[in-house]
């Protein structure tokens, strides 16, 4: 069965590159002009994408918790509600955006936290949907988003699997572009709660759909390891500045981690090759030096029957392969050998031995 979802003309899947998503999220911290930039630093780093989040506050968050105080270092108003509307983008600031980002070449999208969000995105055509963990059972939503028919990504941090199989269940029936993402929903969490072995269990579990992981840990080996493990999607959160204000800041990565992330999954998916042993060119030079051959450890006369004693095993590998050894033992010589000297087949008047 197929994986594959396509992304703004970009195929994703097992046999294609890295899928790289640098989510900017609210780490723009309102700036429009910052975000911008985030967009061209991140499409310098080699990122296929980058992503904000959008939430139609007034209708998403009850009363209570929009008016809530909310005073803390990384507060962008008095109320909880304050704070996230400083941090929100409208319609005329995602048309800005939209045009920047296909000036600069990368492809943008966001997470939709709720239907009026996900509706607003859809106007602008929007090329793929972000779902957070947070809407892994939000059942209205996810079949909402499905129905828009274009790709999905969905994070299961906190899930159970049967979430993350009823999800999968429902999306699939509308629609055939889905992303599964392994993530812990800590930030950032312990390394021992990664749990990325999950990645084997929904490719495991879901054959066909792509796998990929959120990492919200510090750093980027992990994602290393997610995409040996069959993630094809990975999503890292990204900024300018980690000492910046906002709680995401902290454990996103700058972008030299962002540069090293994206070279490294290149050369990973480089690295893994097709699983068949072989010599290749690169090793010739250096075996020849470290590798051995057979050679005759004193003079030997015509006619003279070899021992064990009679071979030495000896540098450089541009003679017969040790592996000929105990083949050699007992076979008489058809003309007299030197010392060192290489020991051949037509020493020994034969065309080929094999090996035992």
């Given at each position: 069965m197929t994986r594959r979802l396509v992304i703004d003309g970009v195929e994703i899947g097992d046999e294609a590159p890295c899928y790289v998503i640098a989510e900017i999220g609210h780490n723009h911290q309102g700036d429009l002009a910052q975000c911008k930039r985030m967009f061209e630093v991140a499409k310098?780093?080699?990122?296929?994408?980058?992503?904000?989040?959008?939430?139609?506050?007034?209708?998403?968050?009850?009363?209570?918790?929009?008016?809530?105080?909310?005073?803390?270092?990384?507060?962008?108003?008095?109320?909880?509600?304050?704070?996230?509307?400083?941090?929100?983008?409208?319609?005329?600031?995602?048309?800005?955006?939209?045009?920047?980002?296909a000036e600069t070449g990368i492809t943008l999208f966001a997470t939709a936290f709720d239907i009026p969000s996900a509706d607003f995105l859809a106007d602008l055509d929007m090329p793929a949907f972000k779902i957070a963990s947070g809407d892994i059972d939000n059942i209205p939503l996810l079949r909402h988003v499905a129905k828009l028919g274009k790709p999905m990504i969905v994070s299961t941090g906190g899930a159970e699997m049967d979430a993350v199989r009823r999800a999968h269940d429902l999306i699939m029936p509308i629609n055939?572009?889905?992303?599964?993402?392994?993530?812990?929903s800590g930030y950032p969490p312990a390394f021992e709660?990664?749990?990325?072995?999950?990645?084997?269990?929904?490719?495991?579990?879901?054959?066909?759909?792509?796998?990929?992981?959120?990492?919200?840990d510090s750093g980027i080996a992990m994602a290393l390891v997610g995409y040996v493990l069959g993630?094809?999607?990975?999503?890292?959160?990204?900024?300018?500045?980690?000492?910046?204000?906002?709680?995401?800041?902290?454990?996103s990565l700058e972008r030299p981690g962002l540069e090293k992330l994206v070279r490294d999954l290149g050369r990973a998916r480089l690295a893994l090759g097709d699983g068949i042993k072989r010599r290749l060119p690169s090793e010739a030079g250096p075996l020849k030096k470290m590798g051995k051959k057979l050679v005759a450890s004193r003079?030997?006369?015509?006619?003279?029957?070899?021992?064990?004693?009679?071979?030495?095993?000896?540098s450089p590998n541009d003679g017969l392969s040790p592996r000929f050894f105990?083949?050699?033992?007992?076979?008489?010589?058809?003309?007299?050998?030197?010392?060192?000297?290489?020991?051949?087949?037509?020493?020994?008047?034969?065309?080929?031995?094999?090996?035992?």
């Amino acid at each position: 069965m197929t994986r594959r979802l396509v992304i703004d003309g970009v195929e994703i899947g097992d046999e294609a590159p890295c899928y790289v998503i640098a989510e900017i999220g609210h780490n723009h911290q309102g700036d429009l002009a910052q975000c911008k930039r985030m967009f061209e630093v991140a499409k310098q780093a080699g990122a296929n994408a980058v992503k904000l989040q959008k939430r139609d506050n007034r209708t998403l968050f009850t009363a209570a918790l929009y008016d809530s105080a909310y005073e803390n270092r990384n507060s962008y108003g008095p109320t909880y509600g304050a704070h996230r509307e400083a941090l929100e983008f409208g319609r005329d600031d995602y048309l800005e955006l939209a045009r920047h980002a296909a000036e600069t070449g990368i492809t943008l999208f966001a997470t939709a936290f709720d239907i009026p969000s996900a509706d607003f995105l859809a106007d602008l055509d929007m090329p793929a949907f972000k779902i957070a963990s947070g809407d892994i059972d939000n059942i209205p939503l996810l079949r909402h988003v499905a129905k828009l028919g274009k790709p999905m990504i969905v994070s299961t941090g906190g899930a159970e699997m049967d979430a993350v199989r009823r999800a999968h269940d429902l999306i699939m029936p509308i629609n055939r572009q889905l992303c599964l993402m392994q993530c812990t929903s800590g930030y950032p969490p312990a390394f021992e709660e990664l749990n990325l072995r999950v990645i084997e269990t929904f490719r495991h579990d879901f054959p066909d759909a792509v796998v990929g992981l959120s990492s919200h840990d510090s750093g980027i080996a992990m994602a290393l390891v997610g995409y040996v493990l069959g993630a094809r999607v990975v999503e890292k959160h990204f900024t300018l500045n980690r000492a910046a204000k906002g709680t995401d800041n902290a454990f996103s990565l700058e972008r030299p981690g962002l540069e090293k992330l994206v070279r490294d999954l290149g050369r990973a998916r480089l690295a893994l090759g097709d699983g068949i042993k072989r010599r290749l060119p690169s090793e010739a030079g250096p075996l020849k030096k470290m590798g051995k051959k057979l050679v005759a450890s004193r003079p030997l006369p015509e006619g003279h029957v070899i021992t064990a004693e009679d071979i030495s095993v000896r540098s450089p590998n541009d003679g017969l392969s040790p592996r000929f050894f105990d083949e050699l033992i007992g076979r008489r010589l058809v003309r007299a050998i030197a010392v060192d000297e290489n020991i051949t087949f037509a020493d020994l008047g034969v065309t080929v031995l094999e090996p035992a």
